[in-house]
């Protein structure tokens, strides 16, 4: 009784602290980019993953089994946290390494360290897989806009943790602002993730010129969701009641950082893995 009582209390006292886009936004853009990669990089990744226990959930693993990895491991992990997000403050529009990277603790530089890993054939299956699966999350990580960004809160007197400590009501329901794009946003678009990826295929895909987007570095994505999170995703109202309007303009930039992010893990996946004179 007296255990239930604190946990009770603990859950009303702290706000949920959202980690990343939740599972599905991760599953999504794993399998976008999955379907995107060329027979070479799919079969080396496959000899990564065969390392994987399977289990009931995953019986075969995919890069959609292993995207959500990076937060199970964070939850034991908490010396990881900080390699999930990148806050570039309100008044830059670019990511300055510098001030916003300390000791490499930033989604940027956690993509290019992981990279590195997965591109040396010369280190072991372990430790390369295990890059594999926080790229993964990594690249779908730093197109949420509010992982790009943190701002001053003259109310709480703190920074807001990208939204993490802002309360909203979404559609009457109360949560944060950081937890509607990690998952409100998704779940109100299409509640399935495989339906939702069949959706970006068969809707947002076609007919669209892709040229340069797929490119550009992970200091450029992150400067792009930060710009997104200021010009959307932080445009809420004086009450914090997220409704229908607030969703028809996020909506669409849920779809785009998605399959962008999609598409780009893909080719960076291609990159590291391309054959080279010591890495065949
Ligand atoms: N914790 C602190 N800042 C954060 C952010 N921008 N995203 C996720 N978690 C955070
Ligand atoms: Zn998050
Ligand atoms: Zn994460």
């Not at 730093?142 to 309360?167: F, S």
Request: with cysteine.
């Amino acid at each position: 009784m007296k255990t239930i009582g604190l946990a009770c209390l603990i859950a009303l006292t702290l706000p949920a602290q959202a980690l990343a886009w939740g599972e599905e936004g991760h599953s999504i853009v794993a399998e976008i980019a999955q379907r995107r990669l060329d027979a070479a990089s799919l079969a080396k990744i496959q000899v990564l993953l065969a390392a994987e226990t399977p289990s009931v959930d995953h019986p075969a693993a995919s890069l959609s089994s292993i995207a959500s990895w990076a937060d199970d491991y964070r939850a034991s992990h908490p010396d990881t946290a900080a390699w999930h997000f990148v806050n570039i403050p309100d008044d830059r529009s670019t990511y300055d390494p510098d001030a916003d990277c300390r000791n490499g603790a930033c989604v940027v530089d956690a993509i290019a360290r992981f990279r590195t890993v997965l591109a040396d054939c010369s280190k072991p299956a372990a430790d390369r897989l295990e890059a594999l699966k926080f790229l993964v999350h990594f690249v779908g990580d730093v197109h949420q806009p509010l992982h790009a960004t943190d701002r001053w809160d003259a109310y709480t007197g703190k920074d807001d943790q990208g939204g993490n400590l802002i309360p909203v009501m979404f559609f009457g329901q109360s949560t944060n602002l950081h937890a509607v794009w990690d998952t409100g946003l998704i779940m109100r678009t299409v509640y399935d993730w495989g339906a939702y990826v069949v959706r970006l295929e068969t809707t947002w895909f076609p007919g669209r010129d892709l040229t340069g987007l797929s490119g550009g570095s992970p200091a450029d994505w992150a400067a792009d969701s930060h710009r997104l999170a200021h010009e959307v995703a932080y445009d809420i109202p004086d009450d914090g009641a997220i409704g229908a309007r607030y969703f028809t303009k996020a909506q669409p930039v849920v779809d785009r950082q998605l399959a962008l992010a999609g598409i780009r893990l893909a080719r960076l996946l291609q990159e590291a893995l391309a054959p080279t004179p010591s890495c065949q």
